[in-house]
């Protein structure tokens, strides 16, 4: 059987299986806390785009406020260059002269990339179900972690989602 | 040129100079909007203005809801002064229908109208002061927003999105205890807004960014048809509370903040001197209210308007906000036409931003008190 493994024409096959194998046993024995090592890093630095896109935005401002002030929680005030955020929050309406910028903004995210959406517009269109320039919510453009309930949210609401968001990204596949 | 480009690839002449900047939507300095800006080195050449991305339909959506299932739809462009929004709404409504309105709920009303303008002013001005790397500046009226925020809470049971003021007067009668709460928190604010001037408003670093830059004439703000405190800092004493006052500004004690200066410098310091005009009418309106009475009088359910057509305006934070209402015997309104301030004060960013630096830019745009989901509707 061993032989059989080693032999000249079975050779290249053999050692990849081989180095396959190892991997494994490699990845089983240290992946686990790299992962953990990995995820822990991506938990605690989030840092949103700053991308308003209708009245949310105003509650969002206010979870930065100091009676909130959503840093303390591991995620950094929306300012900075989009090429190195990770997080992109829907603040509320998505209109259709709105979506494919917001689709843009998001292809140009560096990966692993997370999606929050806020507010009911972003859900299912909210109050606007009916308008005729709304699109009823953001699953047909982005894909979406968390969903935030509210009209608009409290900025308690969004810390809860943001730390959902954080107990996602634990349990995530790192490595 | 030495080497031709290949085909489809085009390099700007040098002879023309000028490079096309896009700020926004997705920009630090911008809004929920876009500016096409053409630079010459470091001055802008033009600014195109290109607004429209929370363009949500209000205008139509009003036309097949019943007067009172428009109020929370109407309020959702400025969340944040809710109350001034609505107050023409109800204002108009009233006139359709031929409502009258209780004293009391007449005052509570102004005073929910003056707080909300507070947060909203607050806001803009947070806003304001970390566009231009102020964090301070941030912090300070985002916090002392909350003050506000809890007092309209109180009054009305949700955080930013009130729906208080209806067609008839106000939702609810005011909580127990509420006058001395009220009173206490405005006086603490007073001392507060002390505060800022020494912080913001003599800070060189801002005087040397926004005085002197974006200058608006008297004849052009005029011109233009710009309104609220960009106007009233050009020169103009134009406020619609004095002007054309409604419910009872007419029976209390305030003055408009008027500057000659027109420059940016004015024009954000013009909202942060009306916020004391705000506190010393709630002060006032607070003393003169009736102690008790009804606050709302009862509509017939899914009232019908004439065959008429209304117009009614009031003095929000951004300025004059109409509505115009067209109806034809049925219980929806016909035609709702709203007349935004922002929308008003955008026509002049062109105007203020050409010939300027690019790095004022930010300074000029924030300090028109523009707020673009309004403008959109």
Not at chain 1, 63 to 75: K, W
Not at chain 1, 110 to 121: F, L, R, T, W
Not at chain 2, 217 to 246: C, H, M, N, Q, W
Not at chain 2, 345 to 362: A, D, H, R, V
Request: hydrophobic share 40%.
């Amino acid at each position: 059987m061993l032989k059989e493994l080693f032999s000249q024409d079975t050779a290249p096959h053999a050692t990849n299986v081989l180095i396959g194998k190892l991997g494994e046993v490699l990845i089983r024995a240290v992946g686990k806390p790299l992962n953990l090592a990995v995820n822990w890093g991506r938990l605690w630095s989030l840092w949103p785009v700053h991308l308003e896109t209708a009245c949310c935005s105003v509650e969002f401002g206010a979870a930065s406020s100091p009676r909130y002030d959503v840093e303390r929680f591991g995620i950094i005030e929306a300012f900075g260059s989009l090429r190195q955020c990770d997080l992109i929050v829907v603040m509320g309406t998505i209109t259709r002269k709105m979506a494919p910028r917001l689709r843009m903004v998001y292809d140009q995210m560096p990966d692993p990339k997370y999606v929050i959406a806020m507010g009911a517009c972003a859900i299912t269109g909210g109050l606007y179900f009916d308008s005729y320039n709304v699109l009823p919510g953001i699953d047909g453009v982005l894909p979406v972690d968390v969903y935030v309930p509210g009209c608009p949210p409290r900025p308690e609401t969004l810390i809860q989602g943001c730390m959902l968001l954080q107990e996602k990204i634990k349990r995530m596949k790192a490595v | 040129m030495t080497t031709p480009l290949p085909p489809g690839i085009e390099l700007e002449k040098i002879d023309e100079r000028i490079m096309t900047l896009n700020v926004g939507p997705q920009h630090p300095g911008s809004g929920h909007m876009r500016l096409i800006i053409k630079v010459d080195g470091d001055y802008i050449v033009s600014c195109d203005p290109d607004p429209g991305y929370v363009h949500r339909g209000e205008e139509k959506m009003a036309e097949y809801r019943n007067y009172i299932q428009n109020i929370p739809h109407l309020e959702r462009p400025v969340i944040h002064d809710s109350s001034n929004i609505l107050y023409p709404y109800c204002l108009a409504v009233e006139e359709l229908l031929d409502i009258e309105v209780p004293e009391r709920a007449k005052y509570v009303r102004v005073i929910a109208s003056e707080l909300n303008r507070c947060i909203y002013t607050l806001y803009w001005l947070a806003i304001y002061g970390i566009f231009l790397g102020h964090s301070t500046m941030f912090m300070w009226p985002a916090g002392d927003r909350e003050l506000f925020i809890d007092l309209l809470e109180a009054m009305s049971g949700a955080r930013v999105t009130h729906a208080f003021l209806v067609p008839g007067g106000v939702r609810n009668d005011l909580p127990a205890n509420f006058e001395e709460r009220c009173l206490r928190q405005v006086n603490y604010f007073e001392k507060r807004l002390k505060e800022y001037e020494a912080i913001f408003y003599q800070n060189p670093l801002l005087i040397a960014r926004t005085a002197g830059t974006g200058i608006l004439s008297r004849t052009d703000a005029i011109r233009l048809g710009t309104t609220g405190s960009v106007l009233r800092a050009s020169g103009v004493d134009f406020d619609v509370r004095k002007k054309e006052p409604y419910d009872v500004y007419e029976n209390l004690d305030f003055e408009t903040v008027v500057m000659k200066e027109g420059d940016s410098y004015a024009r954000s310091r013009v909202p942060y001197l009306e916020m004391f005009e705000s506190c010393r009418i709630i002060k006032d309106a607070l003393q003169k209210m009736p102690k008790s009475g009804s606050v709302r009088t009862k509509l017939k359910p899914n009232p019908k308007g004439g065959n008429d057509e209304v117009y009614r305006r009031v003095e929000s934070g951004r300025g004059a906000l109409g509505y115009y209402i067209v109806s034809n015997n049925r219980p929806e309104p016909y035609r709702v036409k709203i007349s935004v301030g922002s929308f008003r004060n955008l026509i002049c960013i062109p105007y203020l931003l050409k010939g300027e630096k690019l790095g004022n830019m930010p300074a000029v745009y924030w300090s028109l008190n523009y707020w673009p989901v309004e403008a959109d509707r």
